[in-house]
């Protein structure tokens, strides 16, 4: 049997031209009142991707999903799934199913007639309505709870039968709001885990809205980064992590440490760059910037080392400061570094030796330092 | 447990000897034998079966029951669909006008309802009887409802009725499939409500009486005037334990219910965090 991951490492519909978006949202925009919560969005998204829409509440993610589920219609815009535009169809005749972040479990119904629910509107006969639903309960393993009413399971139990309940009825395109953000941090990164496999067993599209990056990073093929109704960048987690398009981005995944100066040269690949703080920096850069051009350097704390002595670059691509703040996380350690222009820089190091006792301490001179492909210059 | 003290006995003594002694005595003198009603002379059922060959009485409970089981209905359903409408809708124009005159009439003097309603009648010429005694019941009674299912409302999770759309049930399955099912507590207790109030409204019915439409309220009062006679307290007596019972039913259906709702409801919620 083929491995799940080597399945997931050549996927990349995105990349090539000659494949066709199974869902294409194309100038979307939604007002409410005054208030513009989808702003003119474009994306698209292919057949048995894993696409995760990320940011922060009221971005506009949710309403997009809801677009995607029917619960609202477009201001303008439209969106086409499968070749077939959405517009003006009723959630109940779309080929999508949604799992709420309430779950939305029927109340008075058990865990089987839940399962059930989507399977009997169809018109489906009882047999295989019987069938499906113990098919359905086995994949997310609650057949000994069939009979149960919702208010018998545990959160994590009724997430399933939620889960369970939106893949009865094999829709083209799952939708997933919040689908972890109830479950305690150890259950939802087993979860996370589970959905990936699910989803590449049925092969089905997910879409899913999540304010927590590490959960789009972990499950997505694709995040899109969205701010202010607007997508801001769409790209493989890597991609957004490595090579963040913005200093939105930039600062929104993960820690980051951002130095701005402006451009002193540009050559074959590389530019030189005069921090405000005095540090000149020397950084890979596709892009050729005008000199004397504002410049950004954005570097992740993991990929700044630190060290007693000066390194042999100095002074390129490095600065003296002092020991700030320690956070000791167990797997990795974070200091805060204060230079000499009082700017604090963020270097986390892996504790990949054991060692109760860190040889760097609070106060100390270090001296901080980064190669010359450890950043990403930022266009704005 | 703590103890009572000989005051807040005193107190509850005297509230429930204020409010249930006439209705305790009218009891206890409709299983008299005497013809007199403030003289006890012994146990009898008679008056009981007395009832049974007094042909106008019966005629009146037969009318009161219609009325009361029609009204009700009809009450029940518009009540429920303006319920629906004020807690869905919060942003239509004048809202909190259509709100307050959906509750208006539960201040409103019965007096002014009854005169308003039988104006209304003679206006648009509706001959009066039957059917305008059943209209103005509705009139009143469906405020009562529409308070008791928003206040169900107010507290169910909408996202359950968009996972039954997004299933493929359509906006009327869902209705009869979902939402009614999980609010039927309310609205069997609304119609509880305005069954009992239908059967002993004396004003309203009055007003918009005609010939032949008497109710049992009306065919008391009116014989009251004649006189109390033992058969009268024990027609009372019947309607007292129809309400009664009509009511301890409906609050132990809600009770029951929405106590297991608001369980659920609080789990499912304490699981979203």
């Not at chain 1, 994949?139 to 018998?152: D, G, I, Q, S």
């Not at chain 1, 990795?332 to 000499?340: D, E, P």
Request: glycine share 8%.
């Amino acid at each position: 049997m083929k491995s799940l991951g080597s399945i997931r490492r050549s996927f990349a519909p995105w990349a090539d031209p000659a494949s066709k978006p199974f869902i294409s949202v194309k100038n979307v925009t939604k007002k409410f009142g005054d208030f513009t919560a989808v702003d003119d969005l474009s994306l698209n998204i292919y057949t048995r991707e894993f696409f995760a829409l990320l940011g922060a509440s009221g971005c506009g993610k949710s309403t997009l999903l809801r677009m995607l589920a029917g619960f609202e219609q477009p201001t303008s815009g439209e969106i086409i799934l499968d070749g077939q535009s959405l517009a003006g169809i009723p959630p109940y005749r779309r080929p999508v199913n949604m799992m709420f972040q309430s779950y939305a479990l029927f109340p008075h119904m058990t865990v089987e007639n839940n399962v059930a629910f989507g399977l009997k509107q169809d018109g489906m006969p009882k047999a295989d309505i019987a069938e499906r639903v113990a098919q359905m309960l086995k994949l997310v393993k609650l057949e000994k709870f069939a009979k149960r009413k919702p208010h018998h399971l545990s959160g994590g139990q009724r997430q399933r039968v939620a889960l369970a309940r939106s893949l009865a009825k094999r829709p083209k395109v799952l939708l997933l709001d919040e689908p972890l953000g109830a479950l305690d941090k150890k259950l939802r990164e087993e979860t996370q885990f589970e959905l990936m496999d699910l989803q590449q067993e049925l092969g089905l599209t997910f879409v899913v809205v999540t304010h927590d990056q590490e959960e789009a990073m972990t499950m997505a093929d694709r995040i899109a980064v969205m701010s202010h109704g607007k997508v801001v960048q769409v790209a493989t987690p890597a991609e957004i992590y490595e090579a963040p398009n913005s200093r939105f981005v930039a600062d929104f995944i993960g820690d980051v440490n951002i130095f701005d100066g402006k451009v002193i040269s540009a050559e074959d690949g590389y530019i030189r760059v005069e921090t405000t703080g005095g540090i000149p920096v020397r950084m890979a850069s596709p892009d050729k910037p005008g000199n004397g051009a504002t410049a950004a350097v954005a570097i992740r704390p993991e990929k700044i080392r630190i060290g007693r002595q000066p390194p042999a670059h100095a002074p390129v691509n490095a600065a003296e400061g002092e020991i700030w703040d320690i956070g000791y996380l167990g797997d990795m350690t974070v200091f805060h570094i204060r230079l000499k222009d009082g700017k604090v820089i963020k270097a986390s190091s892996l504790n990949a030796v054991r060692a109760v006792e860190d040889p760097l301490g609070y106060d100390q001179q270090v001296w901080i330092s980064f190669g010359e492909d450890a950043g990403v210059v930022l266009k704005d | 447990m703590e103890k009572w003290s000989r005051f807040n006995i005193a107190s509850v003594v005297l509230g429930f000897g204020f409010l249930y002694l006439p209705i305790v005595l009218l009891v206890i003198f409709s299983f008299n034998e005497s013809k007199l009603v403030t003289v006890w002379a012994g146990f009898s059922t008679k008056w009981y079966t007395q009832l049974w060959h007094n042909q106008g009485l019966l005629d009146a409970a037969w009318v009161t029951i219609r009325v009361a089981l029609l009204s009700a209905t009809c009450a029940t359903v518009l009540g429920t669909l303006a319920a629906l409408a004020l807690v869905r809708y919060t942003r239509f124009r004048g809202r909190v006008l259509f709100s307050g005159m959906v509750y208006a009439p539960l201040v409103m003097p019965e007096v002014i309802t009854g005169l308003s309603l039988l104006l209304l009648f003679v206006a648009i010429g509706f001959d009066r009887g039957f059917w305008t005694i059943t209209l103005a019941h509705i009139t009143f009674t469906m405020c009562f409802v529409a308070v008791v299912v928003q206040s169900r409302l107010l507290s169910f999770d909408q996202s359950i009725e968009e996972a039954a759309l997004d299933l493929g049930a359509t906006p009327v399955t869902t209705f009869f499939a979902i939402t009614l099912p999980v609010i039927a507590p309310a609205v069997f207790s609304g119609w509880i409500l305005a069954f009992t109030l239908s059967l002993d409204d004396l004003v309203i019915s009055s007003f918009t009486t005609g010939p032949g439409a008497t109710t049992l309220p009306m065919k008391i009062y009116s014989q009251v005037r004649l006189g109390v006679t033992p058969e009268i307290n024990a027609i009372c007596t019947i309607l007292i334990g129809i309400v009664a019972l009509g009511v301890i039913v409906a609050s132990i259906v809600t009770k029951r219910r929405e106590v297991q709702r608001e369980k659920d409801e609080r789990a499912a919620f304490a699981a979203i965090g």
